[in-house]
């Protein structure tokens, strides 16, 4: 990922800042400028999650993505935000832990980087309550 | 100076551990016998998503999260390390967008061996006293690497403490803080060396005990008091041995310092070490108490705090991990996956 | 809207095809399906073509002009030529805009082609330019798969139907069995759900045989309007719907996990258009680029409850000689994947279906074929419908 791309992303990677759109009440995470339901009658204002949420479904990855061989096998799940919204994210435990229904709460991990050389990515990762 | 001291504090330890006798024993040592030098059992090991930022991170969310602090009133964040992810780059702004601390403050990375954390204490303050800043964050955090084989990779640990430091709402005045700093080459790093060289014996008594007794002596001098005024005491733990051979020099007692020597079960977190110590002890300290810090750093010079616990240290119990908590339930590694995770198998 | 025909079909080998380079491979499948269709160059009025990423396998964009240019149509006739991208559905729309083009009376006769060359680059590259068709900004960059993704429908739709990994190897297993007597398929190997259950697992619950492969192949079909089509062939196989629906892109955004709801929606679209239901299909192609994905597919289509369709792959219900034949090809599983191309080849097998000549995989009496091509993890689905009668 290039510097710039990660950079207008930094506040809602590290402190789960998404969108809420008040004309439906409806929570966005990631962030969304146009809401689904609404689209130009919506209104839409920053929101800054709270980082609980479950488990709705996993996997544990063994043939990993680039730049994750290290980390393999590692456990990808999606979560749902208390708040409503539901985010793909890493969840840190040992796999035998990883229950659909688990509650979760976020954690500051570093996601990548870009080369030995290159940009560290840092996000948000979850771990087991 | 104004009143200055510790608006709120936290810390971070990874959850995996690598006990010393498996260290040994890839080496062909005794492990027994360098846990009995060392008083030191096991050490603590990043995951391989955590790095000295991420801890850092962790450690200044949970200060934050203490007191409730409104992050827009932190006017300077300043980590001290000497694993700091970028050699140009500071970890301090990636801190201050993952506390929500930007734009308008100022930052900086601190390094001076292990007592980086504390220099930017100092630092804050300073800055905070003066008026210059509100609130001032100083962190110190570490995931120090020893080479394989070496005497330090035995206690080389990951680990960090923030410290919120400001004039009003404290949980712990400072009262006066004393340094002493030399040219002293008994242990460093060269840029683009992955490992530290150190000059083995030379770092005990001409490097450690040296600053450790000089700043500290000189602080009891500088506000007139002794060790029996203390009820607490915590000096840089690189092991065991040497904080407990420093209480003693000073004439500390072991029953002032157990609360603080975390690193029995730690190792050292090198930035991280004193730092991790003190929180060990605000942890647990009741309201009057006094306590006396010193740390160290190679290069060298030592820093020593006089603290005097407020009644308000009992509004932050429980909202965050303690010391106690981050080091319950480890995740023991064997060398292989340890190494791994310190990045010592190169791909 | 005029009624439109498939004229010709054909595709390629598929496999690692390592002496075929992108144009070799849609030379020969243009070349073989513009044979098949009767026509002369001439009558080409355009061309659609579907290709993913020539970009990131072979560091080729403007695959249109590429194309046109080395099937011969660009330097003296200058056919209009236009790329269409929808990562694995790319096909699926190439297909939908030809149709488009005729149907709307603009074009009367147009090809739509499908070429992906895979194996130039190695295999965590390759994985890599696939998983852009997920969200790459919220879902690749915390380390996310294509087989990660579909994981995690199968993970979700075992939990709340009870789906066991034995009923999505048997998705497997029917496919490679069909793939068998298919000549042009990338595997021709019977399998058996052992082999499944016990191959590598790539994202747990899915193992190594549970995912399609990394295929190159090109496949092309000449698409006419009804109304001339007798005059190139004897059997042309008439578009009675074209349907197409997006869903969301990322996987976590979708409201059920376990539906694509762009299937659901473009077959409800195609059997509108059509005037049918699944009463009155056949044979299905569908997209399974992993066992999990066929089994939502057959669900998301109407043709099984949500949460049936393990049971009724099992039961055989979907095999060569079931209630409802799926994947008669080999599916992308055994068949293979070459992306742009797979849209298309399901358009070819169903021709060849109709018109009787699938030899060892004809399904006796098949009047009446429907195609589904999915996109990423459900963020396009295109399904199309074709009978023997106009």
């Known amino acids: 990922m290039t510097v710039s791309r990660f950079w207008r992303k930094i506040p809602h990677r590290y402190n789960l800042i998404g969108t809420h759109c008040t004309t439906c009440n409806e929570y966005y995470f990631p962030p969304r400028q146009m809401c689904p339901n609404c689209r130009r009658d919506g209104n839409i204002e920053s929101h800054k999650f709270e980082g609980n949420g479950e488990v709705v479904t996993y996997t544990v990855i063994h043939s990993a993505a680039k730049g994750f061989e290290m980390q393999t096998p590692y456990n990808l799940a999606i979560i749902k935000l208390d708040e409503g919204a539901s985010l793909t994210a890493q969840v840190i435990c040992h796999r035998d832990e990883m229950r659909i229904g688990m509650r979760v709460h976020s954690v500051f991990r570093k996601l990548g980087e870009e080369s030995e050389k290159g940009m560290i990515y840092y996000g948000t990762k979850f771990v087991p309550d | 100076m104004m009143n200055v001291g510790i608006v709120s504090y936290g810390a971070y330890i990874p959850r995996y551990r690598i006990k010393l006798e498996n260290i040994a024993a890839v080496w062909g040592a005794d492990g027994q016998s360098f846990i009995n030098g060392l008083q030191v059992k096991e050490k603590s090991v990043p995951d391989l998503d955590e790095d000295t930022v991420t801890i850092a991170v962790e450690a200044a969310r949970s200060a934050i999260k203490k007191q409730n602090i409104d992050p827009s009133r932190i006017g300077a964040i300043y980590t001290g390390s000497e694993s700091h992810p970028y050699a140009v780059k500071p970890t301090s702004t990636i801190i201050a967008a993952a506390v929500g601390a930007e734009p308008v403050l100022t930052a900086a990375d601190f390094e001076f061996a292990c007592k980086a954390g504390t220099a930017a204490i100092q630092t804050c303050m300073g800055m905070a006293g003066s008026g210059m800043i509100d609130l001032g964050l100083a962190i110190g955090a570490d995931v120090s690497q020893g080479a394989p084989g070496d005497a330090l990779e035995y206690t080389a640990a990951a680990g960090g403490a923030a410290y919120i430091i400001g004039t009003s709402d404290l949980v712990a005045v400072i009262e006066d803080t004393y340094s002493f700093t030399t040219d002293t080459p008994d242990f460093w790093r060269r840029e683009g060396m992955p490992y530290p060289e150190h000059g083995g014996r030379f770092t005990g008594e001409p490097g450690y005990f040296k600053h450790v007794t000089s700043a500290a002596n000189g602080l009891m001098e500088k506000i007139g008091t002794k060790p029996s005024d203390y009820d607490h005491a915590v000096f840089h733990q690189p092991n065991g041995k040497f904080p407990q051979n420093a209480a003693k020099m000073l004439g500390f007692t072991m029953d002032q310092i157990k609360t603080g020597l975390v690193v029995p079960m730690l190792g050292n977190t090198y930035s991280g070490s004193c730092m991790i110590g003190l929180a060990a002890i605000l942890d647990e300290a009741k309201a009057g108490e006094r306590i006396f810090m010193t740390a160290f750093g190679s290069g060298a010079g030592s820093d020593a705090f006089s603290i005097t616990v407020t009644d308000k240290i009992e509004e932050i119990r429980n909202k965050a991990p303690t010391v106690k908590q981050l080091l319950e339930n480890p995740i023991y590694l064997d060398y292989a996956t340890y190494a791994k995770h310190k990045n010592k198998i190169k791909v | ?390």
């Open chain 3, 1 to 390: 809207m005029r009624d439109v025909a498939i004229i010709g079909a054909s595709y390629t080998k598929f496999g690692e095809l390592w002496d075929r380079s992108l144009r070799d491979l849609i030379v020969e499948a243009g070349v073989a399906a513009i044979g098949d269709s009767h026509i002369q160059g001439e009558e080409i009025d355009s061309i659609y073509v579907g290709n993913m990423s020539g970009g990131r396998f072979v560091e080729q964009e403007h695959v249109g002009s590429l194309i046109a240019d080395y099937v011969g149509l660009a330097r003296e006739l200058h056919v209009p030529a236009t790329r269409v991208e929808a990562a694995c559905a790319s096909g699926g729309l190439a297909l939908r805009q030809a149709i488009l083009a005729v149907a709307s009376g603009y074009d009367d006769i147009v090809v739509a082609a499908g070429v992906e060359k895979m194996t130039d680059v190695d295999m965590n590259t390759a994985t890599d330019a696939l998983a852009a068709a997920a969200d790459r900004e919220w879902e690749g960059i915390n380390g996310a798969t294509f087989p990660g993704l579909y994981a995690m429908i199968a993970r979700l739709h075992m939990h709340k139907y009870g789906t066991t990994s034995e009923q999505l190897a048997e998705v497997s297993v029917k496919n490679h069995f069909n793939g068998s007597m298919n000549p042009r398929a990338q595997f021709q190997n019977k399998i058996t759900v052992d082999t499944v259950l016990n191959s590598v697992m790539v994202a747990d619950p899915l193992h190594v045989f549970d995912c399609s492969p990394i295929t190159d192949g090109a496949a092309a079909v000449v698409v006419a309007s009804a109304d001339i089509a007798k005059k190139y062939t004897d059997t042309p196989i008439y578009v009675k719907a074209t349907a197409q629906a997006s869903g969301t892109i990322s996987l976590h955004d979708r409201v059920d996990i376990t539906t694509l709801d762009a299937s659901v929606v473009a077959g409800q679209r195609a059997f509108k258009m059509a005037g049918m239901t699944t009463d009155d299909i056949d044979l299905l192609e569908v997209h399974d680029c992993f066992t999990i994905a066929e089994i939502c597919a057959i669900e998301d289509l109407g043709f099984f409850k949500k949460g049936d369709g393990g049971r009724a792959t099992a039961a055989g219900e979907t095999a060569l000689g079931g209630n409802i034949p799926v994947n008669t090809s080999g599916g992308l599983k055994a068949c293979g994947h070459p992306v742009g191309a797979t849209g298309i080849k399901q358009a070819v097998e169903i021709t060849e279906q109709l018109r009787g000549t699938a030899g060892g995989r004809q399904v006796d009496g098949a009047n009446v074929g429907m195609t589904h091509n999915v996109g990423g993890s459900g963020g396009t689905a295109a399904v199309h419908i074709f009978s023997r009668d106009r």
